[in-house]
């Protein structure tokens, strides 16, 4: 079983940056991704960003790349997302979620096993 908890969120102003992280317990199999994905209100869960624990490749949405950078501290089983130049658009919940890296794609919420409880990120205008 694998639990995953975020903090770090909040309110900021546009252009300014936040640093989420996820402590995760349990077993975290190397074959696993870990990943962030958001929602707005009245909108589908977005993946954001991942991480592939074996081989460290990341990967990010199109909407993201560039402002935002997915990191882990192995040894604190900690995740960690941080989020530069931040906009409006981006206010929503994050969550941290994890899968084995064979499990459909990163991007696809109903294939992840693990959730966290989210952290809301505002940015205003």
């Known amino acids: 079983q694998v639990q995953l908890v975020e903090s770090g969120g909040g309110s900021v102003q546009a252009g300014g940056s936040l640093r989420l992280s996820c402590v995760a317990s349990?077993?975290?199999?190397?074959?696993?991704?870990m990943a962030w994905f958001r929602q707005a209100p009245g909108e589908e869960r977005e993946g954001v960003a991942v991480l592939y624990l074996a081989s460290e490749i990341t990967n990010y949405a199109d909407s993201v790349r560039g402002r935002f950078a997915i990191s882990r501290d192995s040894g604190k089983n900690v995740l960690y997302l941080q989020m530069n130049s931040l906009k409006p658009e981006d206010t929503a919940m994050y969550y941290c979620?994890?899968?084995?890296?064979?499990?459909?794609?990163?991007?696809?919420?109903?294939?992840?096993?693990?959730w966290g409880q989210g952290t809301q990120v505002t940015v205003a205008s």
């Open positions: 349990g077993v975290i199999e190397r074959s696993f991704l």
């Open positions: 979620a994890a899968k084995p890296w064979y499990r459909g794609k990163w991007d696809t919420a109903s294939d992840y096993s693990y």
